[in-house]
């Protein structure tokens, strides 16, 4: 059954400029803090937050069972805990609230005032507390591509990758919020006329465009997750730029995998965009031959049509467009990455956070990643002003865009953006 809150039809009486990536039928939710307020849960709408501590304390959220305080925190886990059959009936009071023909909110000038709060005056905070983080392999085009240039280019995926969603768990304290700058990591590598490695700044530093899902439920350890069940775990979803040296990673990654090549920082969007919102940019992924084990069998639509664009910007530079590439391209849905995960007894916990792994498609112009991009510096990126890049020199600005369109609505996750510092 449609979800009224997505009704296309939908006008709010906020002014929503066109273009903008938080239209009424949005509404993603996220953590932010201004001058005169600490840690607080929000909505975006339009260029404007709008402050859910102010509406739950003055009734405007009542009868839908909310615990005092639940929005009043720095972190979303405790709301996102409690179900998503809670967390839909906020979103659609919300966005109640917010239409064009409802006075409620609309003519209480005063309650305006203080609920709703310009973007330039807020500073985005990390959404939720995440306690697990697992970063899969999910695109076939990528993981050929990297085959291609690391093996051997007729037998580029290994056997098990068209059985399994590959994956590893990756370290959730170095995750950080958009805006966030990342200093350039050190690490030994292995330079090809040595035979021994040496102790430096990485010298290929990339960036990794994914998507990522983030969990609002619980299973017991010992149990599992199905395909069927993915969903009511799933809260949402931001842009995810898992940032990969890729010099200390080829050193590193036998027989263990990804380590200091990765560990040292991971960007996401501040906002987290519903399943529920994207409900109507539902596609049919990417057949899969061989057929997959009947644990990993998922039918529907279990893709999104999300457009996805990644921009470097140097330092005093203009913004350059190095790659478009869409989420519908992954082979691997995040209902069969959820129930792999868990197949084992793995328990699942509020806030984790499951990131695609690098999303390219199938021109060069999609690749997710300078390491295709410049297919390992061998063909470098020109940018606007005239520089190339094999990959990212410090100063370097990345930002990760994405947004979902259809029937005059486009639903956005504002941007994913990180710049790169020396080494220290």
Request: net charge negative; with cysteine.
């Amino acid at each position: 059954m449609p979800l009224a809150a997505n009704n296309p039809e939908l006008k709010s009486w906020v002014h929503v400029p066109a273009g903008s990536d938080f239209p009424i039928q949005n509404l993603p939710f996220g953590i932010f803090k201004t001058r005169y307020l600490s840690a607080v849960a929000g909505v975006a709408i339009g260029d404007y937050v709008l402050d859910l501590v102010y509406l739950h304390e003055n009734g405007y959220l009542d009868g839908l069972g909310l615990p005092p305080g639940i929005f009043n925190q720095k972190h979303l886990n405790d709301f996102i805990a409690l179900g998503r059959k809670t967390t839909r009936a906020v979103r659609n009071r919300i966005s109640e609230l917010l239409r064009a023909d409802v006075d409620e909110l609309q003519q209480n000038i005063a309650a305006r005032e203080i609920a709703l709060i310009p973007v330039t005056e807020v500073q985005m905070q990390l959404p939720v507390q995440i306690p697990n983080y697992t970063d899969f392999y999910s695109s076939e085009e990528h993981a050929t591509n990297v085959g291609s240039m690391f093996r051997d280019p007729k037998n580029a995926l290994l056997p098990n990758w068209k059985h399994l969603p590959v994956g590893y768990h990756g370290r959730a304290s170095s995750i950080v919020v958009s805006g966030t700058n990342l200093h350039r990591p050190k690490g030994q590598i292995k330079l090809p006329d040595s035979d021994l490695p040496v102790f430096c700044p990485s010298q290929k530093l990339d960036f990794e465009l994914e998507l990522a899902f983030i969990t609002g439920k619980q299973n017991p350890l010992g149990t599992h997750i199905t395909t069927a069940e993915a969903e009511e775990y799933i809260f949402g979803f931001v842009l995810f730029n898992d940032w990969s040296a890729r010099d200390i990673q080829q050193w590193e990654y036998v027989p263990l995998g990804p380590f200091l090549g990765k560990n040292f920082g991971s960007t996401i969007s501040p906002w987290i965009v519903t399943l529920d919102a994207l409900e109507p940019f539902r596609v049919q992924g990417p057949e899969q031959f061989p057929h997959v084990l009947p644990y990993l069998a998922a039918s529907g639509k279990k893709n999104f049509d999300i457009n996805l664009e990644v921009l470097i910007q140097p330092e005093d530079g203009e913004l350059t467009t190095v790659c478009r590439s869409n989420a519908k391209y992954l082979y691997w849905n995040v209902n069969q990455q959820l129930a792999h995960q868990t197949i084992n007894g793995c328990n699942v916990q509020v806030g984790d956070l499951y990131a695609s792994g690098t999303i390219s498609g199938p021109s060069p112009g999609s690749y997710g990643s300078l390491l295709e991009l410049s297919w390992n510096g061998q063909r470098p990126l020109q940018l606007a002003n005239g520089a190339h890049r094999k990959f990212l020199e410090d100063g370097d600005a990345v930002v990760i865009k994405g947004f979902a369109e259809k029937d005059g609505v486009r639903i956005g996750f504002g941007l994913c953006e990180g710049k790169i510092l020396p080494a220290l």
